[in-house]
C-alpha cells in the first residue's frame, strides 16, 4: 500500500500551479451583484406603477452590467402543458439553491417544476414527467396534458437524493427504475404506479432502460475491462468493453446501442471515438459500429436515450472542452448509418434532463 | 471592512494542496482547475460566515469532494491533453506504474476514486472520508473494497507491495 501511498503523492505533485484567489473573489462579487440586483428588480416589481416611479427617482435601479440573471419561470400549469424539450437547473446565479428544476415545452414555454431536490425525467415522448415530491415523499409522474397525477407506491427519503441517483422511465412513463449509490440505503427499486407495484431489483446492477407493462429491463454492470448487459428473463450477455453509455432497448426488444470509445494508447484513458455500436441485447452478438456524421467537430456522442422511430435513437453530443460556450446538443441519429440530425441545444451547463436520456 | 479580508491570505497558503486534491479527483488540469475555482468562489460567497468562526479548509475540502461527485458524468468525457505530465525521465519502471495508476484510476467510479484519495493520498480515516462524503461508514469501507479490488486488478504492482 506504501507504493499506492508515494505513487498518489508523486501523481499529485503533477497538478498545476494556480492562483485562483482574484477568480473567485470576482466570481463571489459577481454572484452578490447579480442577487442584490435581483432582489432590488422584485422590490421594483412589488411596488404599485407610481410608487415604483418614486423609489427609481430616489434610488435608481442601478444597471446590471453583468450576464443577466436567468428570467424567472411560470409556476407549472395544472394541465394543457405541451410536451417536454428538455428541463434544466438554472445555471448558479443569484440564488440557484432554491431555483429547482425547469421544463421547456416544446412550444417553448418554460416553466417552473415543483421539485426542489431529487431527478426530473421526462418520457421519450416528452408527455409525462416524473419527479420527487418533497411533500409526499416519493417520486410522482405527471402527465403534462391532461393533469393527471400517479404517486409512487414506494416512500423515499430525500436523503436517498443527496447522493448519486437515477431515475429511468418507461416510454409511457408509468413504470421506472429509481436506483441509488452513496447513501445508507442504495435502493434499485423497479416501480408500476398504474398497477401500483415495487420490485427490489438484483444490487449492483445498473438501470439501463425499462419498457411498458411487463415488457423487458435491461440492466448493466461494468466490470474492468468489459460489461455484463442483462435483459431480465434472459441470461446476461458480456461486451468487451467498460461502460455505462448505453440508448434504451429498441422497439424489436433485442438492439442496444452503446457509445463507441477506445483506449488512447499515448493517453492511456477512454476516449469516445465518435462512433456508436449497434448490438444485440439478448445475444451480445452482430455487432455494427458506425461513425457518426452531422454533429460539429467540437462536440462528441456521449449519451444515447431512447428510440425516436425503428431505426433513430436520441443522443446527446457534447463539447470536447468544459471551457466551450456550448454545453451539449440533443440529435436524432440513424443507428443504421449514423447520420445525425439536430433536435434542440441543451440550454444548461450544469444539470439537465432530456426525455428519455440514459445517464 | 473589506467583505473578503482575509481570503487571499487562506487561498495563498491553501491552494496549491486543495488544487492536487482536485487533480487527484479529477484527473484532468483543466478539470482540477474548474473544480477548484467552482468551489474557491463559493467559499468566498460564505466567506464572511467562514472567517467569523468556521472552518474555511473543512468547508472547501467537503465542498471539493462533493461538487467533483457530482461532475461525474462530465468528468467520463476524456479531454485532449489529459496526460500524465511529462515528468522528465521517460519510461522507466516507476513512470509506467504511476501511468498505470492515472489509468486505473480514471476507470473507478468518482465514489470509488473519492475513497482512494482520501484513505491513501490524504490518510484520512474511515469515518473523516465518511464524513467528508456525506456518506455512511459501512459505504466507505464497502467502496475502498470495490476500489482496491479494481486497482488490484489493473495495477497489481501498486496494491500488492
Same mark, same amino acid.
Given at each position: 500500500m506504501n507504493t499506492l501511498r508515494e505513487d498518489l503523492h508523486e501523481l499529485a505533485a503533477h497538478a498545476p500551479d494556480v492562483d485562483l484567489a482574484d477568480l473567485a473573489i470576482r466570481g463571489a462579487r459577481r454572484k452578490r451583484v447579480v442577487r442584490l440586483s435581483l432582489a432590488a428588480a422584485v422590490v421594483v416589481a412589488g411596488i404599485a406603477g407610481g410608487s415604483a416611479l418614486r423609489f427609481q427617482e430616489v434610488r435608481p435601479v442601478p444597471p446590471v452590467v453583468l450576464s443577466p440573471p436567468e428570467t424567472k419561470a411560470l409556476p407549472l400549469p395544472d394541465k394543457g402543458v405541451a410536451p417536454v424539450e428538455q428541463a434544466y437547473r438554472p445555471?448558479?446565479?443569484?440564488?440557484?439553491?432554491?431555483?429547482g428544476w425547469r421544463i421547456v415545452t416544446r412550444s417553448g414555454e418554460t416553466f417552473q417544476v415543483p421539485a426542489r431536490s431529487g431527478p426530473v425525467e421526462a418520457s421519450a415522448d416528452g408527455r409525462r414527467i416524473a419527479y420527487y415530491s418533497e411533500k409526499d415523499r416519493r417520486i410522482v409522474v405527471r402527465?403534462?396534458?391532461?393533469?393527471w397525477i400517479w404517486k409512487a407506491p414506494l416512500k423515499q427519503p430525500k436523503q436517498d437524493f443527496a447522493v448519486e441517483y437515477a431515475l429511468r422511465m418507461s416510454p409511457n412513463g408509468l413504470r421506472f427504475i429509481v436506483s441509488g449509490w452513496g447513501g445508507g440505503r442504495e435502493p434499485n427499486m423497479l416501480v408500476d404506479v398504474e398497477q401500483g407495484t415495487v420490485e427490489q431489483l438484483e444490487s449492483g446492477w445498473w438501470p439501463v432502460s425499462v419498457a411498458d407493462g411487463d415488457g423487458p429491463v435491461v440492466l448493466a454492470k461494468p466490470y474492468d475491462n468489459t460489461t455484463k448487459v442483462w435483459v431480465r428473463g434472459h441470461k446476461p450477455v458480456t461486451i468487451p468493453t467498460f461502460t455505462y453509455d448505453f440508448s434504451a432497448l429498441g422497439p424489436d426488444g433485442r438492439r442496444l446501442v452503446r457509445v463507441g470509445q477506445v483506449l488512447g494508447h499515448e493517453t492511456p484513458k477512454v476516449q469516445y471515438d465518435g462512433t456508436i455500436v449497434t448490438f444485440d441485447?439478448?445475444?451480445?452478438?452482430a455487432e455494427a459500429r458506425v461513425p457518426v456524421s452531422?454533429?460539429?467537430?467540437?462536440l462528441q456522442p456521449a449519451w444515447l436515450g431512447g428510440w425516436?422511430?425503428?431505426?433513430e435513437v436520441t443522443l446527446v453530443a457534447v463539447a470536447?472542452?468544459?471551457? =466551450?460556450?456550448? =454545453?451539449a446538443v440533443a440529435y436524432g441519429v440513424?443507428?443504421?448509418?449514423?447520420q445525425a440530425r439536430k433536435l434542440f441545444p441543451i440550454r444548461a451547463k450544469g444539470a439537465y434532463a432530456v426525455p428519455g436520456l440514459v445517464r | 471592512m473589506d467583505r473578503y479580508e482575509g481570503f487571499h491570505e487562506f487561498v495563498r497558503a491553501r491552494q496549491q494542496s486543495l488544487m492536487r486534491t482536485a487533480y487527484l479527483l479529477t484527473g484532468d488540469t483543466h478539470l482540477a482547475e474548474d473544480l477548484l475555482q467552482t468551489v474557491l468562489t463559493r467559499v468566498a460567497s460564505h466567506w464572511a460566515k467562514l472567517a467569523k468562526g468556521g472552518n474555511p479548509e473543512a468547508y472547501a475540502r467537503k465542498a471539493l469532494v462533493n461538487q467533483n461527485i457530482s461532475w461525474r458524468r462530465r468528468r467520463r468525457v476524456e479531454l485532449p491533453?489529459?496526460?500524465?505530465?511529462?515528468?522528465?525521465?521517460?519510461?522507466d519502471e516507476a513512470t509506467v506504474r504511476r501511468l498505470a495508476l492515472l489509468h486505473a484510476l480514471a476507470q473507478l467510479t468518482p465514489r470509488q476514486r473519492t475513497v482512494i484519495v482520501l484513505r491513501?493520498?490524504?490518510?484520512?480515516?474511515e469515518h473523516e472520508t465518511a464524513q467528508l462524503m456525506g456518506t455512511s461508514l459501512g459505504t466507505v469501507k464497502s467502496q475502498t473494497n470495490y476500489a482496491l479490488s479494481k486497482l488490484r486488478a489493473l495495477t497489481p504492482q501498486e496494491v500488492d507491495r
Open positions: 445555471s448558479c446565479r443569484g440564488g440557484c439553491q432554491e431555483a402527465d403534462l396534458a391532461s393533469g441485447a439478448l445475444t451480445g452478438g452531422g454533429i460539429p467537430g467540437d425516436l422511430n425503428a431505426d470536447q472542452s468544459p471551457r =466551450s460556450d456550448i =454545453s440513424n443507428v443504421r448509418t449514423g | 491533453g489529459a496526460a500524465l505530465p511529462e515528468v522528465g525521465q521517460s519510461h491513501y493520498y490524504e490518510d484520512r480515516t
